[in-house]
């Protein structure tokens, strides 16, 4: 099942302004990128057991963004490195990727039928059951990029599930992949993890990187990173950390908010 929306975004040729640093010498004429995002949807539920009436199952539940802009190597560009990133697969599309991947998981998760046969025998069945759940946005980001924004929560044993999130930034004109080398000055990484660092201190209402991990976050003496997973918004970029990545599971995803006012002197 596709949804589809069509959103059209202005930006102020941004090719030039992120091989010129934002200075382009001359002021642009404003150009227009067509996106349309349709809606890759797929719920599938996999029985360990398929001739037992009761069976643990395997679930993939996935609602997926699908990206076209007006440029068809962008296009192709874009939903390839996503594909890649969201299952690492060498796919052409998002579809065929996520495809492979559930085929995938049932192989591997067939697997597991003879320990599970074993312990329902026995009387010690432990928990078979597993399931994916991934589902994805496009929002408009810094000087007309695209966020693409991917939650995702998984289940295969264990205590609880995991829920986690994949951030990836796309000029729509190219379908390049958007790195923050791309917008920010060279040597940059100090003076951002200092950033990073101030920042949380002020969410928290604590001071400084002790304040910090009185409150439970940075523990085992961890230091601060700059995370992968960073949406470059309209007018802040903030930093996504996943579980575990700096804080406990209890604490749930962490985000830590920069506005490019307090960039301004790292922007390039």
């Not at 360990?48 to 009761?54: C, G, I, P, R, T």
């Not at 996503?82 to 998760?109: G, P, Q, V, W």
């Not at 995370?227 to 962490?254: H, M, Q, T, W």
Request: proline letters at 2%; charged letters at 25%; a negative charge.
């Amino acid at each position: 099942m596709k949804k589809c929306a069509k959103i059209l975004f202005y930006s102020l040729a941004i090719s030039a302004f992120l091989c010129c640093g934002g200075n382009a010498g001359k002021k642009e004429s404003p150009t227009a990128s067509e996106v349309t995002v349709t809606t890759f949807e797929h719920h599938e539920i996999y029985k360990l057991d398929k001739n037992a009436s009761e069976s643990p199952t395997l679930e993939f539940d996935f609602s997926l963004s699908l990206i076209e802009t007006d440029d068809s190597i962008a296009t192709a560009n874009i939903n390839r490195v996503i594909a890649y990133t969201l299952f690492e697969s060498n796919k052409s599309s998002i579809e065929e990727a996520c495809r492979d991947f559930m085929e995938h998981r049932k192989i591997e998760y067939k697997e597991l039928l003879p320990i599970y046969n074993e312990s329902h025998e026995e009387g010690d069945e432990t928990w078979f059951s597993s399931y994916y759940i991934g589902n994805s946005e496009v929002k408009e980001g810094y000087k007309g990029l695209l966020n693409y924004i991917t939650m995702w929560e998984a289940y295969s044993g264990g205590a609880h599930p995991i829920s986690y999130y994949t951030v990836l930034n796309f000029n729509p004109e190219t379908g390049e992949e958007i790195v923050l080398d791309e917008i920010l000055k060279e040597g940059y990484e100090e003076a951002l993890t200092n950033l990073l660092i101030v920042n949380l201190a002020k969410q928290l209402q604590v001071e400084g990187i002790e304040g910090i991990r009185e409150k439970g976050y940075l523990y085992f003496d961890n230091e601060m990173f700059i995370s992968n997973n960073f949406i470059l918004g309209k007018e802040k970029i903030s930093f996504i950390y996943n579980v575990y990545e700096i804080a406990p599971y209890a604490f749930g995803e962490i985000v830590i908010d920069i506005t490019y006012e307090e960039l301004k002197d790292l922007l390039k």
